[in-house]
């Protein structure tokens, strides 16, 4: 649960949220300014005390703002709360035409809430200063930098690192081109910020934004200013993330060091250095000095802080984990009922009291996971009590809950996707718990299905609910123009994305950042206003079914298996599902050392023709996904629902027992055909909504550039590559095959496969899309994956459709080849599968796709594409005609006495979807 490593930042960054409010030039109220921008909040709040605070001007308000702000920053929060509403009523009743001094209050109130884990109130009110700023065409102002701080602080609060880094560095951007005292500081705490985003996953990188500001700072300010506190701290973080712990003391203890010698021993700053030695004495396992440091904290925190506090959640839910690492399970599930009442919000008076809300969704979270995992530990180690397991699947239950209300206030992508780590975090515990739960009650089938049913919860829910969002639009009613105005936005968002991929002037890019920030707000809010304009459109979006077993079997033929798998990495284990038209079994299988080499090795083997290695590895997969199905003769097709790494390798090449000549092998793909598909959920889905199409209606377009390296109008990454010229010959055959079948045939090739005449088809009318071409994947940036079309001489494309426009495509396609290498692949994404060309295809309506997962020459590919669209167009379905294209160059390379792994040429193609 990484949250618990970065959820106190916010405290130490909520210091310079703020500044640079538009005040009046009175020396006095300068300096209280200067000294909020400094983080000394105490000698703000001392001096603006002394001066009268009767609100009879606009000058009066923004100085009872500069207190509040004052008074928060010193734990005043109460007050400053008051105080706030007062200047509003004020405003209100004074001076109600004045909409820059309503914004001004509306972003001392945005920090307000987020001071009090008010994260839904702080984005409303800085949704109202932003609209506010822009009717002033102040939204280059230093106080729309503020406002966008702190919405980003509010999205990142929640986890939703991506939209917050968009509104970082946008503030950033405006605080660079200030020319105000203290731009330094104002700079380098939007550099503290952007810290935040990249702590979890690239600590190096989060390092590199902390030490500039750290330099920063002390250049400013000198070396020990309570500022220069708040980046030792950050570095500290990131040291831990990078596993250097002595680094991370040595700059936690500086922290500590600045803050006693500033703020003194009962200032919450104070309470979180300790709090940060804690967790590095925690991950060295020094559990008596981490301790001694988590009591210091819960000191102070208890005396600056009410029971009822985001922060205290925060520490409980840390010393939660620190009880339960460390074994003392009574302390640890103790502390989460701690963190659990410490969130609760108090209810205002016009509130009901049930039922009960709490500051922050994401903690609360994690307060749950810990508990149902304590819970688990309990029953385990001690008390072996059936109602413990109960329980724990009762927390599990309130987590994923929790899990989806957070995914779906997610915009950004990118956000929804990076919860698939805690995701499996919950279900992992909660698949475990209902395995045990069916080992000792006479219920096990029902218990066994719930597991399945968990294990399915965490696959491919992104995608799931980017194809419910599309479904939804066509059930919902909602005009053919207003859906055009999504799809325009929607490209201009690509092309943005698109341009910002190719090298530019630093000016460019930082228009090019400008515009994209834009766009995506524009989307959010088109979003925002078509869900409240369409109800059914949110009802749709939103109604996402995880299939029951059961649901399963309804649509399995006899013949065919759906095979899932599930990773327990805690315990070291894989569940393995197994659900027939009349069965379902599951499997519990310990995960043997050397499984992991295997996945790589299994690859690696077959482009170096290692026979050996090969044998090995593939035998162990067969072992540990394969065997535990027992007896699956009678199982003609199987269809596997993979996990993680197990994406990348084809299951065809698996063989029962190791061989030592390549001649004597007997893959799986022998006797059975194989597919695969994201999820369970997505299997019933495209099986109930899209019925089997009849070949003589059927349209299909072959696409081949054919030449790259050649061609005329070739930038730098065409000459890269190679020409493909069995691709006009294998385009040729699948057309006279297509053509005997009575089934209409679009050729584009050469200079005519361009990306411009691609996008101008009506792509909606082809049944068969076959692209013979080059595929680029992206593992980094998936969306930037693409595939290529023919040198460019269009001035509105330029020859790379990236998956980020695939998006917007609009198909009805019962089969998307994508002949093509390395296509399958894209990022692993923790509960997602693999991110890229494939996904985007089926989301643009595939129903299913083929792909390659590594690079194979284009004559053995040509030769396999025909095979499978002869055997495909005879009746079979793309499982089968794969499978029997794969046997017939199989036995082809048998019948040259070919002693190599010949599984190389033939296994890389897979079908992915129904």
């Known amino acids: 649960m990484r949250a618990r490593t970065t959820i106190f930042l916010k405290t130490l960054i909520l210091g310079l949220l703020i500044p640079g409010l538009v005040f009046s030039q009175q020396n006095k109220l300068d300096l209280a300014e200067k000294y909020l921008i400094l983080g000394q909040a105490d000698s703000a709040k001392m001096l603006l005390q002394a001066l009268s605070t009767d609100a009879k001007s606009a000058e009066d308000i923004r100085q009872a703002c500069l207190l509040a702000l004052a008074e928060a920053r010193t734990n005043g929060l109460t007050e400053a709360n008051e105080r706030i509403k007062a200047a509003e009523n004020a405003q209100q009743q004074l001076l109600s035409n004045n909409t820059l001094l309503r914004a001004e209050i509306m972003t001392v109130a945005s920090e307000l809430e987020l001071l009090q884990g008010n994260t839904e109130r702080a984005i409303e009110n800085c949704a109202e200063a932003e609209s506010h700023l822009s009717q002033l065409k102040l939204d280059r102002s230093l106080l729309a930098a503020n406002v966008l701080t702190n919405k980003g602080l509010a999205y990142w609060s929640t986890g939703a690192v991506e939209q917050a880094l968009e509104y970082f560095n946008q503030a950033l951007r405006i605080r660079q081109e200030q020319s105000v005292t203290w731009r330094e500081v104002l700079v380098a705490s939007s550099q503290n910020n952007l810290g ?155 509130e009901e009291k049930t039922p009960v809300l709490y500051f922050n969704n994401f903690s609360l979270l994690t307060t749950y996971l810990y508990r149902a995992k304590i819970l688990v530990a309990q029953y385990e180690n001690k008390t072996l009590k059936l109602n413990d397991l109960k329980e724990a699947l009762l927390y599990t239950n309130l987590a994923d809950s929790l899990l989806v209300k957070i995914r779906f206030s997610r915009s950004n992508k990118a956000d929804q996707l990076a919860l698939g780590l805690l995701a499996k975090d919950i279900y992992e515990v909660a698949t475990a718990v209902c395995l045990l739960i069916a080992d000792n009650v006479p219920q096990t089938k029902k218990y066994q299905k719930m ?126 599902f197994l659900i027939t038209q009349k069965g379902f079994k599951v499997r519990d299988v310990p995960i043997r050392e050397g499984c992991e080499l295997a996945l790589a090795g299994i690859r690696n083997a077959l482009e170096y023709q290692a026979v050996e290695i090969f044998s090995k590895s593939s035998s162990m997969l067969y072992k540990l996904l394969i065997e535990p199905l027992g007896n699956i003769k009678t199982i003609k097709h199987l269809v596997f629902v993979p996990e993680g790494r197990l994406g990348t390798i084809p299951f065809e090449t698996f063989v029962k027992k190791p061989f030592k000549k390549a001649n004597d092998v007997r893959y799986l793909i022998e006797s059975h055909a194989i597919s695969y598909t994201f999820s369970a959920t997505l299997f019933v889905k495209e099986n109930l909504t899209n019925a089997p199409q009849s070949p003589a209606k059927s349209k299909a377009l072959l696409f081949a550039p054919i030449v790259f390296k050649s061609a005329k109008n070739a930038d730098a990454s065409y000459k890269r590559m190679a020409d493909l010229p069995a691709t006009e010959q294998e385009i040729k055959e699948i057309k006279a095959l297509l053509d005997k079948n009575q089934i209409e045939a679009q050729l584009l090739t050469q200079e005519n496969a361009q990306e411009a005449a691609f996008k101008a088809q009506d792509l909606q009318k082809f049944d068969y899309l076959h692209l013979a071409t080059h595929g680029l994947v992206n593992e980094s940036r998936p969306e930037l994956s693409q595939v290529f079309m023919a040198a460019n001489t269009s001035p509105h494309e330029d020859g790379h459709l990236y998956a980020a426009e695939i998006y917007n495509l609009k198909l009805q396609a019962r089969l998307v080849s994508l002949s093509a290498c390395q296509t399958g692949l ?89």
Request: proline residues 3%; charged residues 25%.
């Open 451 to 576: 597991a399945f049913y968990y294990a399915e919860r965490s696959k491919a829910a992104v995608l799931l609910a980017a194809i419910a969002e599309t479904q939804a639009k066509s059930f919902a009613g909602i005009p053919e123009d207003v859906l055009g105005q999504e799809r325009e936005l929607k490209s201009s968002i690509a092309i943005l994305e698109k341009k910002l991929n190719e090298k530019h002037s630093k000016d460019l890019e930082n228009q090019l950042k400008e515009e994209l920030f834009r766009r995506n707000r524009s989307y959010e809010s088109f979003v925002k206003k078509l869900e409240k304009d369409y109800p059914d459109y949110y009802d749709l979006k939103y109604n996402i079914q995880t299939v029951s077993a059961e649901e399963v079997q309804a649509i399995l033929p006899p013949g065919k298996g759906l095979v899932s798998y599930f990773f327990n990495n805690t315990k070291k284990r894989v569940y393995v």
């Open 826 to 914: 894209g990022k692993i994404a923790q509960g997602e599968g693999i991110i890229g060309l494939t996904r985007a295809f089926l989301y643009a309506g595939a129903q299913r796709v083929l792909v390659s997962l590594w690079s194979v020459a284009d004559e053995s590919t040509a030769r396999l594409m025909i095979a499978f669209y002869g055997y495909l167009l005879s009746g079979n379905n793309e499982a089968e005609a794969l499978q029997k294209a794969k046997i017939d160059m199989l036995n082809f390379y048998r019948s040259k006495g070919s002693e190599g792994l010949d599984a190389f040429y033939w296994s890389p193609f897979i079908v992915v979807g129904r």
């Open 196 to 350: 935040l985003v990249y702590l979890a996953d690239e600590p190096m990188k989060a390092l590199g934004y902390y030490e500039t500001a750290l330099a920063a700072y002390q250049n400013a300010l000198g070396e020990f200013h309570p500022l220069c506190a708040i980046a030792h701290t950050n570095i500290a973080l990131a040291n831990l993330q990078a596993k250097d712990s002595k680094a991370a003391i040595a700059n936690s203890q500086k922290a500590l060091d600045i803050r006693l010698r500033t703020l003194g021993n009962k200032h919450p700053n104070t309470g979180f250095s300790y709090i940060s030695l804690a967790q590095i004495y925690q991950q060295e396992n020094d559990y008596s000095a981490a301790e001694a440091n988590y009591l210091r904290a819960q000191n102070i925190y208890k005396s600056v802080y009410p029971t009822q506090h985001p922060e205290m959640t925060n520490l409980y839910n840390s010393m939660a984990g620190f009880e339960f690492k460390r074994g003392n399970i009574k302390n640890a599930l103790k502390h989460t009922y701690s963190a659990e009442k410490a969130n609760e919000r108090p209810s205002e008076p016009e």
